[in-house]
């Protein structure tokens, strides 16, 4: 929730595209649903990510952070950034092989006192069982 009262969250699912892939979005104290991006599987073209499985945090400036289960340039998921002006920005593309030493499909986030992001995944790492990773924006 931001100062204003306003909620954010993600469906998995939906959107207005053919290839609908799931959404990030904000609802106002008053029950106004704005959707702020709408993730879509567009062929081969998957860099945006798609399937926002998990919830998002938000920085002091108010830009939304969140990951996609899937997609990416490395095709295992992405963390991304909503900008307060609405734009999507891409921050990190984990990769989908089992030994990629940055995980792969990552979880929900936390945002640290000094802005940087923690989380886990699912796969990947040595071991192929996740990771604990931190990046900074």
């Not at 954010?8 to 649903?33: C, I």
């Not at 879509?40 to 919830?55: E, F, H, K, T, V």
């Not at 986030?109 to 699912?122: D, S």
Request: glycine share 18%; proline share 4%.
């Amino acid at each position: 929730m931001d100062p204003s009262g306003n909620l954010y969250g993600t469906t998995q699912y939906g959107g207005t595209f053919s290839y609908s892939a799931g959404t990030v979005f904000e609802v106002s104290p008053d029950r106004k649903e704005r959707v702020l991006h709408r993730f879509q599987i567009n062929g081969y073209d998957q860099r945006d990510g798609y399937y926002p499985l998990n919830s998002v945090v938000q920085d002091a400036a108010g830009n939304i952070y969140g990951t996609t289960a899937e997609g990416g340039i490395h095709a295992g998921g992405v963390l991304y950034e909503i900008t307060t002006d609405g734009k999507e920005k891409i921050v990190h593309a984990f990769c989908s092989e089992k030994d990629c030493a940055d995980g792969g499909i990552p979880n929900d986030l936390i945002i640290g006192a000094k802005g940087n992001l923690y989380g886990t995944t699912y796969g990947g790492g040595i071991n192929g069982n996740g990771v604990v990773f931190m990046i900074t924006p």
